[in-house]
């Protein structure tokens, strides 16, 4: 082979990563795993597919359109449920999108925040990332060729650590164009943005010019607290929303949205439609179908739609929290070693070991001790996150994850023993 594909872009560890995962748990078919973030599988319902494009039809009956041209034609490059879309995030966010035509519907978060890259870096500048974070945004900015500045997670939520940041950078003449956050129970640390915090950064994308790519997967599995205001409803004109129907739906309906900043100069949402007529052309009508018959079904409100789910991750959490505090009791002289979040929503709980837990960490405890766990720093562009680990409790049954704990402590109690 040519040296012109060696070395290149591909070999990235961040284009790697879901790679690894899928590996490791091929690899280990006896292993337990708590490494990958999929929602429950027992909310992947089949029956979800027939009842939401019952309900499409339905809907689709009442109106002048032609249901054959809707579902089986060449679509309108930004979606054919837009309106729909529109009404839930009234209905569930408070957000006005003016005109439903702001809002493109994509193949999940992934695309839309590939089109949203697409529609703003073009002529350089960078964009700012919390780290550790979703290899997703990271995976796709390195392949796009977009500079990355990782910021360290405490300085990210810090208001003026994080004004000091993008001051830092514009005093060395580097242009901050866009910042991606995911303001509610983030992946992989389960971090949320204060109210307060929303605003602030808000400011500062305004005053900096830059955009905000606001991630929203999680936002409706919260687990305790009041909901805070999501950053679009509080300034639509410096946010980009990017919703994903994979957890609050299935992910395998491959659904998601922009919705464009409004009152911006540039008309974002014929960039994204430029872009996405050029990679998916459209959204595979279906599956939209299927999403907005279920929104219907719900009164628009997929909050709604998700409030037993969340019931049932809240089981999910609480047990795997009683589990870590079984199996890792705090013992004098060791106290404050080993300890874990508590998250107040999302789908993991990150944990901070004495040790450096990395990829190769993984893989011998997955062989050895029959436990596949995530190392958080497969999240990381920096050496952030080396010793912690991220516990996935969204999709294995309450005996798994007893099992799962149980087995992580063997490995921990090994790694912690004197070497002979
Ligand atoms: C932070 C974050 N955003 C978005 C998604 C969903 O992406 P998609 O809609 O492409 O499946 C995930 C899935 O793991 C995620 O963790």
């Not at 960078?126 to 780290?131: A, F, G, K, T, W």
């Not at 992946?187 to 400011?203: C, E, F, K, Q």
């Not at 739609?305 to 505090?325: D, F, G, P, V, W």
Request: proline share 5%; charged share 20%.
């Amino acid at each position: 082979m040519s040296s012109a594909f060696e070395n290149t872009i591909f070999e990235d560890p961040t284009l790697n990563v879901i790679h690894l995962l899928n590996s490791i748990a091929q690899e280990n078919p006896g292993a337990i795993s708590l490494a990958s973030g999929r929602p429950d599988d027992q909310q992947c319902d089949p029956a979800l597919i027939d009842r939401g494009l019952a309900q499409y039809k339905q809907h689709v009956a009442g109106t002048e359109q032609s249901l054959a041209t809707l579902l089986c034609q060449y679509g309108k490059t930004s979606g054919i449920i837009n309106g729909i879309l529109a009404t839930h995030l009234r209905v569930d966010e408070q957000i006005d999108v003016s005109n439903p035509e702001n809002i493109v519907v994509c193949m999940g978060f992934q695309e839309a925040c590939t089109l949203t890259l697409l529609s703003i870096f073009e002529g350089g500048g960078v964009l700012l990332v919390p780290d550790p974070v979703f290899s997703g945004i990271t995976g796709i900015a390195k392949l796009l060729g977009i500079k990355i500045i990782p910021v360290p997670m405490a300085t990210f939520l810090d208001p003026l650590a994080l004004r000091n940041v993008v001051e830092a950078l514009e005093a060395r003449g580097e242009k901050t164009k866009a910042l991606y956050v995911i303001p509610d129970f983030s992946n992989p640390t389960a971090d949320s943005l204060s109210y307060h915090g929303r605003r602030a950064m808000l400011a500062l994308a305004s005053e900096k010019d830059f955009f905000i790519l606001e991630d929203t997967a999680y936002r409706y599995f919260r687990y305790e607290g009041d909901a805070i205001a999501s950053m679009k409803s509080i300034d639509s004109s410096r946010v980009f929303l990017l919703g994903s129907f994979a957890k609050s739906i299935f992910p395998g309906l491959r659904m998601g949205y922009v919705v464009a900043p409004e009152g911006a100069e540039v008309s974002f949402s014929s960039r994204l439609c430029k872009a996405k007529s050029l990679i998916t052309v459209n959204t595979p009508a279906l599956c939209q179908a299927v999403a907005a018959g279920l929104l219907i079904e719900n009164d628009y409100s997929l909050k709604g739609l998700n409030q037993t789910r969340a019931l049932s991750y809240i089981k999910k959490r609480n047990h795997m929290l009683e589990c870590l505090e079984r199996e890792f009791p705090p013992k004098v002289g060791t106290q404050g070693t080993i300890s874990w979040n508590h998250p107040a929503g999302g789908f993991f709980i990150n944990m901070q070991l004495p040790f450096a837990f990395r990829y190769c960490d993984m893989r011998e405890c997955a062989k050895q001790f029959k436990v596949i766990v995530f190392p958080t720093c497969l999240f990381s562009l920096t050496d952030e996150a080396t010793h912690q680990v991220r516990l996935s409790f969204s999709n294995a049954t309450a005996s798994d994850v007893t099992q799962a704990i149980r087995r992580f402590r063997a490995y921990v109690e090994s790694r912690l023993r004197p070497k002979a």
